[in-house]
């Protein structure tokens, strides 16, 4: 891929004639999408449209503006684009995907009762229905993002206790664990993960089913797998679930320094952004609907 972003980027400078500081921008953007390819052992060349959406939760996760990410998009489409011109790829994965609106700086946030119908949608069947049911109850439970789930570890958990250590890009920080929480997680430990994993050495909390640690794309296609069970129409992505996690906390009474501390944050501006779903009528609901509260 490297080959190919600078023969890109000597498009773009010699046959479009972009400025110095337009071409850094497209610099920035593209390598930054192939660090995350690699880093994720994405072939680049079979990119799909999920891959991209996958793509923009991350930045979000990362904390990047709307803007930050509707630009990055435009660049990785221009990247495409010019691939399909030196038929390196027959299709643009970017092709359907709209920009973000600049102005929506938080995603669709669930009810509690499409929690509810969501995380009641694994059954306790089979190891995998036991380990997404504990996944999708912890992700909920201590509204992590997802490259911090993937990678915990089986000694950050503490059971008796009733936390997990998150070893988050700022500094570790402990989350309580609810009781419905608990119950799956335990239940995945004792029962599940003994049998997913080929190595006793595996220190990976989560798990796939070859026995290894979960990757982003794993979690992601289990979250659009369950939504899809539980024939909800709104757009959930692993962090939807996050959000939902912070905004039913605050709507439940919680102060915004705790959240804040749980979510991760190191700006309480950026914990501040849940305010705008302050409404008492759904506080209520949610205190006497929600079983997980």
């Not at 608990?182 to 997913?196: C, F, M, S, T, V």
Request: aromatic share 8%; glycine share 4%.
């Amino acid at each position: 891929m490297e080959k190919q972003v600078k023969l890109f980027l000597d498009f773009l400078r010699d046959d479009k004639k972009l400025s110095d500081n337009t071409l850094q921008s497209y610099r920035r953007d593209i390598e930054q999408y192939e660090k995350y390819v690699s880093d994720n052992k994405i072939n680049y060349l079979k990119a799909t449209e999920e891959t991209i959406l996958e793509y923009m939760e991350y930045l979000r996760e990362e904390n990047k503006k709307e803007s930050t990410i509707s630009r990055s998009l435009a660049s990785i489409r221009s990247f495409y684009q010019y691939l399909i011109r030196v038929k390196k790829v027959k299709k643009d994965p970017t092709m359907t995907i709209e920009s973000p609106k600049i102005n929506k700086r938080v995603p669709n946030i669930l009810t509690s009762k499409e929690v509810e119908l969501l995380l009641d949608q694994p059954k306790d069947v089979d190891l995998k229905g036991t380990r997404d049911k504990a996944m999708l109850e912890f992700a909920y439970a201590t509204g992590m993002r997802v490259t911090e789930m993937i990678s915990l570890d089986i000694d950050d958990v503490k059971i008796d206790e009733g936390y997990v250590v998150c070893r988050g890009r700022n500094k570790a920080r402990n989350i309580p664990l609810g009781s419905m929480s608990l119950k799956a997680l335990k239940e995945y430990i004792e029962d599940a993960r003994p049998y997913l994993i080929r190595d006793e050495n595996e220190e990976a909390l989560f798990v796939n089913v070859n026995g290894t640690r979960l990757t982003r794309q794993g979690f992601w296609k289990i979250v659009k797998y369950y939504k899809e069970q539980a024939h909800i129409e709104k757009d959930i992505t692993p962090h939807v679930l996050r959000h939902s996690f912070a905004t039913h906390l605050l709507q439940n009474g919680a102060d915004l320094k705790a959240i804040q501390t749980m979510l991760g944050h190191s700006d309480i501006s950026s914990t501040q952004v849940y305010m705008q779903f302050q409404d008492p009528g759904i506080k209520n609901e949610y205190k006497k609907a929600h079983p997980r509260a």
